[in-house]
């Protein structure tokens, strides 16, 4: 199994959150990030426009725009994108989280990602903590990561550490998570066929079939190849249009549905049974995909 590079852990960290319902969904306002930022860590932030033009067109202006204290003027996605790429080149926050604690308390939490054996060259700046919080953000978690997927922590390990740390005084804390129990791993193929409509969205990509049946039977192979269990499968396809539209008809009824659903299994199993034999590491890589 192929090294993930920083980017791909950091988004295979973004997808945890997402997947957990942590991914935080109120992000501080671009102009109050730049003006913040401008006002603190102006070197830094005039660094940064040097290159920013490469990729963010159009950067420059809205800096200089949110430093003149007009409101920035562009579309919802790439806002959200250039908040995020400023946090995580200025601040070091990777990924926002929201963790909600047993008592009702809402925390909001900075994930920071590095790579195990690498040498950190992100800078650490004055008052960073104290810039975090005046951003909304109460705690900073640097998660140190193997490179390996399957060797990075299953999302339920995560979840616990997270909590844990919420629940301390401290505000800062470096979380070594490359010494884990076999128990502890993450697992692909478990985590997948946790969310059916995650393993539908998956498995029924690209796939160039102008019927849905045909489009259902070939994303139902491709998970038997990866040795996907029948009931996984099974519960991957009623996430399939066809079948939410047959359910639609009956009236909330899945009887005729699950037929459906359960004669694609058969056939998708039984073509996949007859293929020559193909190692799975060969056959479908796990790669970097999250």
């Known amino acids: 199994m192929s090294n993930l590079n920083w ?8 997808a945890f959150a997402s997947k957990s319902g942590l991914l935080s969904s109120a992000s501080p306002a671009l102009e109050d990030v730049i003006t913040l930022l401008n006002s603190r860590y102006q070197r830094r932030l005039s660094s940064i426009r040097i290159n920013i033009a490469e990729d963010f067109p159009g950067a420059v202006e809205c800096l200089d725009s949110a430093i ?70 109460d705690k900073h978690l640097i998660l140190v990561l193997e490179n390996q997927l399957d060797r990075l922590p299953k999302h339920q390990k995560l979840i616990q550490e997270i909590h844990e740390f919420c629940a301390e005084q401290s505000l800062t804390k470096v979380l070594d998570l490359t010494d ?8 692909l193929r478990t985590e997948y066929e946790g969310d059916p409509g995650r393993m539908w969205e998956k498995y029924s990509e690209g796939i160039n079939a102008s019927a849905s049946n045909l489009i259902a039977l070939e994303a139902a192979k491709r998970a038997f190849r990866d040795k996907h269990s029948s009931e996984s499968v099974y519960q991957m396809l009623t996430q399939e ?30 073509e996949v049974a007859q293929e020559p034999y193909q190692p799975v590491e060969e056959q479908s890589p796990w790669d970097a995909k999250f």
């Open 68 to 137: 003149a204290g007009e409101r920035i003027e562009i579309p919802p996605t790439d806002r959200q994108d250039f908040t995020d790429y400023l946090l995580s080149r200025v601040l070091n926050a990777d990924v926002l989280i929201t963790v909600e604690m047993s008592a009702g308390e809402r925390l909001t939490l900075s994930l920071e990602v590095q790579e195990s054996g690498a040498e950190s060259n992100r800078p650490i700046y004055p008052n960073i903590a104290e810039v975090r919080q005046l951003l909304g953000i």
């Open 241 to 270: 249009p066809t079948y939410l539209e047959l359910v639609k008809r009956d009236k909330g009824n899945p009887k005729f549905a699950d037929l459906h659903a359960k004669a694609i299994r058969f056939s998708a199993e039984a």
């Open 180 to 187: 884990l129990a076999p128990w502890d791993l993450y697992d």
């Open 7 to 14: 980017t791909e852990l950091k988004a295979w960290v973004k």
